[in-house]
């Protein structure tokens, strides 16, 4: 009975100390664990903490670049600039170069100007029909880019040439003057220019109003006089949808003559009136120039004017076919070369 007593106690003795031995390993094992997770805790709160540092750096640096690139907003332009000169007289020198009026306009880049000051208040394309009027040309470049930069307009000058010999077609050239140049910008004036005629004064602004606009008050070949109450040549001002309005030019006038009378018709029936600037203001010196061969009188011009009434909406930009040979950007202007394969 003792011997039984003494190996009973003596097995629960070696269960318990066994248990023990169990709980003392485990405690000790748990015991490191949590040891080091608890060294390792604050090494990863710097870990988190140094990423989001990273994070933010970069956010910074990003928006840093972006504030870089990206050009403060400006203010528009004022309706009247301030660098305005008025009245001033024309020189033209006989031995001018194109790489000298280049070397004059270093802001002018592809035919284009815009101002860096202020944003412009209008987008304004110049559309400049000829015919181996080279000279006249740069003449008229020489003056223009000046006039047109002191009064801070964003424009573009588009020079239209007809190729071959046909009879010249100045409304059908303005027609697709229109027509191209919106396939660069979409303007919102446009200046039908003669190549012939300078401006003398600065306030003739050449922006478009509310009603179309009438440039040439009077020019030096006929004293500074209106040529008749009606006219509406040589220099002309017309909003992107005033033009489109009435069809644009007629494609119908070869030779001289006739077109500029058809645009008036046209924009009178529309019930638009013809503004002009102050006849001390509209003056233009129109250069000297013999008749062009090919740009001979247009006889049929007062038969054709009795149609406008009939004719606008069919005869116009939405009828100008034309074949376009070529568009070259130059530094001063874009030419934009044309053949008309059908007409006299």
């Known amino acids: 009975m003792g011997f039984?007593?003494?190996?009973?106690?003596?097995?629960?003795?070696?269960?318990?100390?066994?248990?023990?031995?169990c709980l003392t390993v485990v405690g000790w094992a748990t015991s490191n664990y949590f040891v080091g997770a608890f060294q390792e805790i604050p090494k990863a709160r710097d870990f988190i903490a140094n990423f989001h540092?990273?994070?933010?750096?970069?956010?910074?640096?990003?928006?840093?670049?972006?504030?870089?690139?990206?050009?403060?907003?400006?203010?528009?332009?004022?309706?009247?600039?301030?660098?305005?000169?008025?009245?001033?007289?024309?020189?033209?020198?006989?031995?001018?170069?194109?790489?000298?009026?280049?070397?004059?306009?270093?802001?002018?880049?592809?035919?284009r100007y815009h101002p860096e000051e202020c944003k412009a208040l209008q987008r304004v394309a110049i559309l400049i029909p000829h015919r181996n009027?080279?000279?006249?040309?740069?003449?008229?470049?020489?003056?223009?880019?000046?006039?047109?930069?002191?009064?801070?307009?964003?424009?573009?000058?588009?020079?239209?040439?007809?190729?071959?010999?046909?009879?010249?077609?100045?409304?059908?050239?303005l027609n697709v003057g229109y027509l191209e140049a919106l396939k660069d910008e979409n303007?919102?004036?446009?200046?039908?220019?003669?190549?012939d005629l300078?401006?003398?004064?600065d306030l003739n602004l050449y922006k478009c109003e509310d009603q179309p606009k009438h440039l040439v008050v009077g020019r030096n070949s006929t004293g500074y006089r209106l040529r008749y109450s009606g006219y509406f040549g040589g220099v002309t001002a017309l909003s992107r949808e005033q033009f489109f309005k009435v069809n644009g030019f007629s494609n119908n006038y070869w030779g001289?003559?006739?077109?500029?009378?058809?645009?008036?018709?046209?924009?009178?029936?529309?019930?638009?009136?013809?503004?002009?600037?102050?006849?001390?203001?509209?003056?233009?010196?129109?250069?000297?120039?013999?008749?062009?061969?090919?740009?001979?009188?247009?006889?049929?011009?007062?038969?054709?004017?009795?149609?406008?009434?009939?004719?606008?909406?069919?005869d116009g930009l939405n009828s100008c076919v034309y074949r376009l040979l070529s568009v070259d950007y130059n530094?001063?202007?874009?030419?934009?070369?044309?053949?008309f394969w059908s007409g006299p």
Not at 331 to 339: Q, R
């Open 133 to 173: 009027r080279e000279k006249h040309l740069m003449y008229l470049l020489e003056h223009l880019h000046p006039f047109l930069q002191r009064q801070q307009l964003d424009y573009g000058i588009y020079t239209i040439h007809q190729a071959g010999s046909k009879k010249f077609n100045r409304a059908k050239l």
């Open 187 to 195: 303007w919102d004036c446009f200046i039908f220019h003669d190549v």
């Open 53 to 111: 540092k990273v994070i933010v750096l970069g956010k910074k640096e990003t928006l840093t670049n972006e504030a870089s690139v990206k050009k403060p907003d400006l203010d528009n332009c004022p309706s009247m600039s301030p660098y305005l000169r008025g009245q001033y007289k024309l020189i033209f020198k006989p031995d001018l170069t194109l790489e000298e009026v280049q070397a004059e306009n270093p802001k002018v880049h592809r035919g």
């Open 331 to 339: 530094p001063l202007y874009i030419n934009i070369t044309v053949d």
């Open 256 to 314: 001289w003559g006739g077109e500029d009378d058809d645009l008036r018709l046209r924009v009178e029936l529309h019930r638009m009136k013809i503004i002009r600037p102050m006849p001390e203001v509209g003056k233009y010196t129109m250069i000297f120039h013999t008749r062009d061969q090919g740009n001979e009188v247009n006889i049929e011009r007062m038969k054709l004017l009795h149609q406008v009434s009939r004719v606008w909406r069919t």
């Open 198 to 201: 300078v401006p003398e004064n």
């Open 4 to 21: 039984h007593m003494t190996f009973y106690l003596s097995y629960k003795f070696r269960l318990l100390l066994l248990f023990t031995l």
